[in-house]
């Protein structure tokens, strides 16, 4: 089955400083990949998404990569604000229309 | 659009009892939904896969008769932790995803906080 792995655990960033979340998967099958972003005792939040198709999407601030050869994907976050400070989930599309879903990162937007 | 409620947000029963929780999708049509378990700090396992009309799936290690699953409508699914006990207690999050959707999108709801004294 589908192995997601996502690092760091914590990641401190100064304000205005970018911020990078790295996840990698098993399953060569995999076409779909999220990003979700959780505040505490909150749902995850659906902040962007990639398809296997192509290997780059930017919306704003956040942009995401994906390296299909390599099986890694990637959150980039420019000029980051205290607001951005959460939880930040990865996952990776499954057999049954599943998500398997990264162990999260906390990030720390620092002021 | 896709807005997923959940009932309650939050819930206290006593060790023996079952609570049953509520996910709805409010303006969508939900094809399959799902319930999640979330520890504090840890990440999101899933539990169980819910089909409308149909049998829910449930992961490995998961107890079918421990947390029943009920799908009646498209926008309606019910989890109920039957005989609750203390380590039952935790974060339980379900998420649908639209009818017709080519994609895996899944929409998530605000979560209930189980609570078993």
């Known amino acids: 089955g589908e192995n997601v792995e996502q690092h760091p655990s914590t990641l401190s960033v100064q304000e205005g400083d970018s911020a990078v979340i790295k996840c990698t998967y098993s399953d060569s099958a995999s076409n779909y990949f999220p990003w979700y972003k959780q505040e505490l005792g909150k749902r995850p939040q659906l902040i962007i998404d990639i398809r296997s198709n192509v290997g780059e999407k930017k919306d704003q601030r956040i942009a995401v990569t994906l390296n299909k050869t390599a099986k890694h994907f990637s959150l980039h976050i420019t000029e980051t604000q205290p607001e951005d400070s959460a939880v930040y989930f990865c996952a990776a599309s499954t057999g049954g229309n599943k998500l398997v879903f990264g162990a999260g990162t906390i990030l720390r937007v620092k002021s | 659009g896709a807005v997923v409620s959940q009932h309650p947000s939050r819930v206290i029963c006593k060790s023996g009892t079952s609570v049953k929780i509520e996910c709805r999708s409010l303006?969508?049509?939900?094809?399959?939904m799902f319930w999640y378990r979330q520890f504090p700090k840890k990440s999101l396992m899933l539990m169980a896969t819910s089909n409308e009309g149909s049998k829910a799936t449930y992961e490995q290690g998961v107890e079918k008769d421990k947390f029943l699953i009920n799908h009646a409508s498209l926008t309606l699914s019910t989890l109920t932790v039957t005989s609750a006990h203390p380590e039952d207690s935790s974060f339980y999050i379900c998420?649908?995803?639209?009818?017709?959707?080519?994609?895996?999108?899944?929409?998530f709801g605000p979560g209930t906080r189980l609570t078993v004294t």
């Open positions: 303006d969508f049509q939900a094809t399959t």
């Open positions: 998420s649908a995803s639209r009818q017709g959707s080519i994609s895996y999108e899944q929409y």
